[in-house]
């Protein structure tokens, strides 16, 4: 797959095709080069994979906590909401819900890529159930490789400007140059909440870029997993097994 991309992206570039693929940046070239000379050695990418998967085993831990933090939050929203003439501040209960919904968002964005891993997506469990190892392989190398991953590809190239500009980033100034906000006291250029108290809102904002690169990764591990049980090799495929969960329609 990788030699037939670089052998296409390479005809764009020389046709000079208006496309992306014909103008890739120097980085993708490299990965993709990189990813042709990995996949002569099976127990490097094996150990990419692992790599990969164990810092979705710790997004899928920072998920539990986070989900114990929102949990601990609302509660305290519960209570002040009935004991907030108590207090001197009437946006207390506008702070904590709009960090409530941040967190849970973080949590989302930190946790999916842990849920891909797990094989916990959403599928049609008593029609995926019956397929052998190696179809469940074909549908998710597939899938995942021209499907998935281009698009969240696309999905990095398009959050990559928007999470600079809600950490401050202005590309309008020194005319049409860019520049990043003077000064350390950056979070007074950040967008902030609607709600009460007015929260900056620039870190979850650009969260979501780093959230999809976790995604990306994941995806791009089981892209490997599948791979090893294609070409055989069942001993490093270590495929998820669903087929004792609960059957779901979803």
């Known amino acids: 797959v990788a030699i037939g991309f670089a052998v296409v992206a390479l005809i764009a570039t020389v046709a000079g095709w208006d496309l992306l693929i014909a103008r890739m940046p120097w980085w993708l070239w490299a990965a993709t080069i990189g990813t042709i000379v990995a996949s002569a050695f099976p127990l490097f990418l094996h150990r990419i994979r692992l790599a990969i998967e164990a810092v979705s085993d710790l997004g899928g831990r920072l998920a539990v906590a986070l989900a114990w933090f ?81 698009f969240l590809f696309m999905a990095i190239r398009v959050l990559k400007p928007y999470a600079a500009r809600s950490l401050g980033y202005n590309r309008f100034a020194n005319d049409g140059a860019g520049a990043w906000p003077e000064g350390w006291k950056v979070w007074r250029t950040w967008e902030t909440s609607t709600d009460a108290g007015q929260l900056p809102q620039g870190p979850i904002q650009a969260f979501i870029l780093v959230g999809v690169i976790l995604f990306t990764a994941q995806v791009v591990a089981e892209i490997i997993k599948t791979g090893f049980v294609l070409v055989g090799r069942n001993d490093l495929g270590d495929v998820t097994d669903v087929d004792d969960a609960p059957l779901r329609i979803e």
């Open 70 to 150: 929102i949990f601990i939050v609302q509660l305290f929203n519960v209570i002040t909401r009935y004991t907030n003439d108590w207090f001197e501040r009437d946006i207390l209960f506008g702070e904590t819900t709009s960090l409530a919904w941040m967190s849970f968002a973080a949590l989302f964005l930190i946790g999916v890529s842990y849920g891909v891993k797990n094989g916990i997506n959403p599928r049609i469990d008593f029609w995926w159930a019956e397929f052998s190892a190696r179809r469940k392989a074909w549908i998710d190398f597939t899938l995942h490789t021209f499907l998935f991953l281009p």
